[in-house]
């Protein structure tokens, strides 16, 4: 997703910074009923496993009333009566179907809990008919939905649901660890409008009562949040990159400086399939889509509200001067295809898998446009937005989104663990072979540690926890002992098993050091102001005793 909520903490945090307070991080809220219904993955959602969607849903713009339903075919893991779905309490629950068969349904908060007459058998597939209706609030970050219209009075109407949830709109599972295999989006919209959703464009149909409908697939597992409406007076442009569809969806009236900033989509997607591989989503193509919001990463459906200008809304984002050459947004939520859609967390705890990866990707992106020193650059650039407050890992099951620091010290670990590895050529290996072994698949941090540690034949375990489950960055101490020309080393840090090769001494000519967290001694001529560290190859803090 966009940083742009996260630009708002960073605003209050330096308003009370401001206020002659050191900043003290904030108090864990209690999770409440509601927050474990939304993010614990419990015995109803654990006794099944999503295999598809069909959303069928009208969107009436003048009344911002959706009704229709969705089709949900799961696979029961274990013999059971009840399972547990979701929909937000502002939507009505018209009825749910097994057949012709109506379940009863219990609702909690968000949670809709359906009963069957009969146990449902471990290993057989069922598929139920959920219909809702209702005015769906608008809500959180970029109002999850929103019916908005355009500068010329068209309705212009849009989801960005990450965190609130796809319930917000839609019945749905509504949680990380589950996704349907494929699925199909129908939307039924006023004849004048465009819908843009996620998948292949299959068809429209026109129903005769001044609606038509507009037919996506899905190929692929997707993300609930991702499963996106964006109807609108668009226009359409089209082009590819080898075998990959592109198309772009702008308004009227920006469709020149559109066709311009999006020619950037190219050089985007070239750079990541350097990295990692093919597009993740080859068969449903690449879709590039105006939205009144900054962007995210809806899957095959990315949204785009940077103004059509270079940078993050028009600023230098990272301020060193790089950020100017191409669009955040562009490059930003692309990035997400890879790491986000296709290489999911499995809980919003983990969330550094999405944010930290796309924010290195960027810092990739750079390197592949403008080389290795300009990467390097970009990347360092983000230390002054971390905070280092609470750990990048939020407690699991609750539906907690991790601080800020996922994004921007996420991207700096990445970089760190570069250095670790300390052969280019196998760090690009490592990451490719990472986004392959698990791509469509949602997975936790301790897949990326095993994983990471397997291939490496390292143990990155205690490098990995001190970064993503603790505050504090590895302290490099170092203590002089001038008159012998000897210096004194250790790590100052969380984990007690913590060793992390460091390059130190004199810049262009570095020593790789072996620190742990006990002291040991290095013959140096280097004066204490003399002596380097390496800190843009390792985010680490330095401490001269
Ligand atoms: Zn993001």
Known sequence: MSIWLFLLAVRVVALLAQSAQPSQPPTPRVPTRADILRGEYGPYRANNDLLFYHLDVRVDPEQKYLSGKNTIRFKM??????IQLDLHAALNVDRILLGDIPLKYERDSGAVFVDFPEAL????????????????????????????KDSSGHPWIN???????????????????????????????????????????????D???????????VQYPINNYDVSLNIGNYQHWADHLGDLPLDFYALPENLDKAKKQFAQAKGMLEAYQHYFGEYPFQK??????????????????????????????????????????????I??????????????AADVSDMWIHEGWTTYLECLYVEYMYGHDDGLKYT??????????????????????????????????????????????RWWTLIH????????????????????????????????????????????????????????????????????PVRAGMRNHWQTLQPTVEWQTLKTPLKKGEFEVATDLYYVTVNKL
């Open 159 to 205: 989801t960005a649901c990450e965190g609130i949830g796809a319930s917000v709109w839609w019945p749905n599972k509504d949680q990380w660890r589950d996704e349907v295999d494929s699925m199909e989006l129908s939307v039924s919209i006023p004849n004048d409008l465009v819908d843009v959703s996620n998948g292949k464009f299959i068809g429209k149909t």
């Open 331 to 344: 490059i930003h939520e692309s990035g997400h295809e890879w790491f986000g859609n296709s290489v999911s």
């Open 284 to 329: 449903d193509g690449y879709k590039l889509i105006e939205a009144p919001y900054s962007g995210m990463e809806h899957q095959t459906a990315v949204t785009y509200g940077n103004h059509f200008t270079n940078g993050y809304l028009g600023r230098d984002w990272t301020g060193v001067g790089i950020s100017p050459r191409f669009d955040f947004i």
């Open 77 to 82: 893991l274990q013999d059971a009566t009840r």
């Open 121 to 148: 058998r471990a290993g057989r597939t069922y598929s139920i008919d959920f219909h809702y209706s209702g005015n769906p609030v608008e809500t959180g970050r970029f109002g999850a939905i929103t019916f908005k």
């Open 207 to 217: 129903l005769g009562d001044g609606y038509t409908r507009w037919d996506w697939l």
């Open 433 to 500: 072979d990472f986004y392959q072994h698990f791509k469509y698949r949602n997975i936790m941090t301790e897949d990326v540690v095993a994983f990471f540690n397997q291939q490496t034949g390292m143990n990155l375990t205690p490098v990995f926890d001190q970064y993503l489950r603790h505050t504090a960055l590895p302290e490099l101490e170092l203590k002089w002992n001038e008159a012998e020309g000897a210096v004194s080393y250790r790590w100052k840090v969380d984990e007690p098993a913590f060793r992390m």
């Open 380 to 425: 360092n650039a983000y230390k002054s937005k971390v905070r280092n407050q609470q750990p990048i890992i939020s407690p699991r099951g609750i539906n907690r989104e991790p601080p800020q620091d996922q994004y921007f010290k996420g991207a700096l670990f990445l970089n760190t663990l570069r250095s670790i590895v300390n052969d280019d050529a």
